[in-house]
Each structure stands twice: as C-alpha cells, then as structure tokens.
C-alpha cells in the first residue's frame, strides 16, 4: 500500500488543522492506521491509531483529547483532526499502516508502510 499525507501548515496556538492521508490500494480495510509525528532533532513518536473498522482508537497522552483520528474504507483515506494545537505539535506528520485486523499498534516499529510526512508548524 503506497500513503499520502496531506494538510500540513502554519498555524497558530489554539488553532485547529485536518491532516488526511491517502492510502491505494483495494485492501484499504485490512490495515491498521496510524499517525506518527517528528520534530527536529527528535525521535519519531506515537500520536495516534485507529484499527481496520474505526471501531478501536488510541492516542499518545499529549494529545489526548484535542486529536482525533478516523477513516472512510470506502475512500481508503485516514483523518487525523487536531484540535487546540500547541507549539509542542510542532513536527512532520507521517501516516503508516500495517496489514493486520487483530491488533492496533502504537509502537512504529509494527507498522510496515509509511507515508512521506506532512509538516505542521505551530506558532506562539
């Protein structure tokens, strides 16, 4: 499965921004999704994950209550809504997914395909 994340920007504190990723492929409802993010000089971490049928989600602490992630299988596309944005968000945004429907993985090492990242920039 080949991923494009989309809707990065420039916004401000408090701000919100939709991030989609794009996924190909006919087996869209077979994999597990999730949102990583990276700021400069950081290592990749977990924001959120969402399981083939939108019925299980999870999400890093940060971002616990201002995130949400969803997904259409019928347009094999992933949402990550992000709500209250702080200058801490600030990072590249990366989609991933793995072929599995008997597990959500928070761990990015699980997931085998990555998208290429979108940047968001959170200002003060």
């Known amino acids: 499965v080949q991923l494009q994340a989309s809707g990065g920007g420039l916004v401000q504190t408090g701000d919100s921004l939709r991030l989609s990723c794009a996924a190909s492929g006919r087996t869209f409802a077979s994999y597990v999704m999730g949102w990583f993010r990276q700021a400069p000089g950081k290592e990749r971490e977990f924001v959120a994950a969402i399981n083939w049928s939108g019925g299980s989600t999870y999400y890093a602490d940060s971002v616990k209550g201002r995130f949400t992630i969803s997904r259409d299988n019928a347009k094999n596309m992933v949402y990550l809504q992000m709500n209250s944005l702080k200058p801490e968000d600030t990072a590249v945004y990366l989609c991933?997914?793995?072929?599995?429907?008997?597990?959500?993985?928070?761990?990015?090492?699980?997931?085998?395909?990555w998208g290429q990242g979108t940047l968001v920039t959170v200002s003060s």
């Open positions: 991933a997914a793995d072929r599995t429907r008997s597990a959500v993985y928070t761990d990015k090492v699980e997931y085998e395909y």
